[in-house]
Nanobody, 124 residues
Framework: QVRLVESGGGLVAAGGSLRLSCVAS????????MAWFRQTPGKEREFVAA???????AYADSVEDRFSISRDNGKNTAWLQMDGLKPEDTAVYYC??????????????????WGQGTQVTVSS
C-alpha cells in the first residue's frame, strides 16, 4: 500500500505563490504517473496537473500558464509550483498516483492512491 503525504498548502494573497510537495512511501512509484487534483465543497475532484515517470506533463487549461509540476524519482517526490494564484484556485489539493506507466489520465477514478489533502486559500 503506497502512502502519499502532501505539504505546502496555506494562505496567500492573490498573485502570490505556493509550492506543494508530495512524498511517496515507496521507490517503486518512480515509473508511475503522479498528479495533483483539487476539490471545493460540493464539487467533484478536478484535475490540475500530472507528470509521468519519464517526465511528460499535462495541465488543466485553467492553470497551464501559472502552475508547473515536477518530480524527483530518487526522492519519491513530486512538486506543484503555483504562481499567479487567484481566489478561484482556493481548494483542497490532493496528490494522486496512478499505478500505470503509460499515457496520463485526467479522470480521478483512474488513480489508485491518494494523499490526505492540503488546503490552499487565496485571498482577494
Amino acid at each position: 500500500q503506497v502512502r502519499l503525504v502532501e505539504s505546502g498548502g496555506g494562505l496567500v494573497a492573490a498573485g502570490g505563490s505556493l509550492r506543494l510537495s508530495c512524498v511517496a512511501s515507496e521507490q517503486t512509484v518512480s515509473r508511475y504517473i503522479m498528479a495533483w487534483f483539487r476539490q471545493t465543497p460540493g464539487k467533484e475532484r478536478e484535475f490540475v496537473a500530472a507528470i509521468s515517470g519519464s517526465g511528460n506533463t499535462a495541465y488543466a487549461d485553467s492553470v497551464e500558464d501559472r502552475f508547473s509540476i515536477s518530480r524527483d524519482n530518487g526522492k519519491n517526490t513530486a512538486w506543484l509550483q503555483m504562481d499567479g494564484l487567484k481566489p478561484e484556485d482556493t481548494a483542497v489539493y490532493y496528490c494522486a498516483l496512478e499505478n500505470f506507466a503509460g499515457r496520463i489520465s485526467y479522470g480521478a477514478h483512474k488513480y489508485d492512491y491518494w494523499g490526505q489533502g492540503t488546503q490552499v486559500t487565496v485571498s482577494s
